[in-house]
């Protein structure tokens, strides 16, 4: 991934309270408290959604959102960065992943 890509995604991730970052799997993923909520890919991001979310993106979508292998059966969200990416969308989803996944102190600290 662009560095410049990164680093916005990088900008958004570790705004929120707690976030940290870290490479497992050969992948950047970060992390609140030791949870996962978001994983960056070579040409994409993904994150944690609500029930039904995920059909709706892809559904609607489905050339910038995609089900990701190993936790798409979760209900995760893949979003493709090759193109033109709506920073503010990809914020938000982060966002809600990260409120998904941190504890209620830390998530209401977020919204």
């Known amino acids: 991934m ?15 309270p707690e976030a940290a970052e870290r490479l497992t799997w050969g992948e950047i993923n970060f992390r609140v408290r030791q949870k996962i909520f978001a994983l960056v890919g070579t040409d994409s991001v993904i994150c944690k959604a609500p029930p039904g979310v995920q059909a709706v993106l892809v559904g609607a979508d489905p050339a910038r959102f ?23 969308e ?20 977020a919204e």
């Open 2 to 16: 662009p560095d410049d890509r990164l680093g916005r995604i990088r900008a958004i991730c570790l705004a929120l």
């Open 66 to 88: 995609f089900v990701p292998s190993y936790v798409g059966h979760k209900g995760w969200i893949g979003v493709r960065l090759d193109g033109e990416a709506d920073w503010a």
């Open 90 to 109: 990809l914020a938000a989803l982060i966002r809600r992943s990260y409120r998904m996944t941190a504890p209620r102190r830390l998530a209401m600290q």
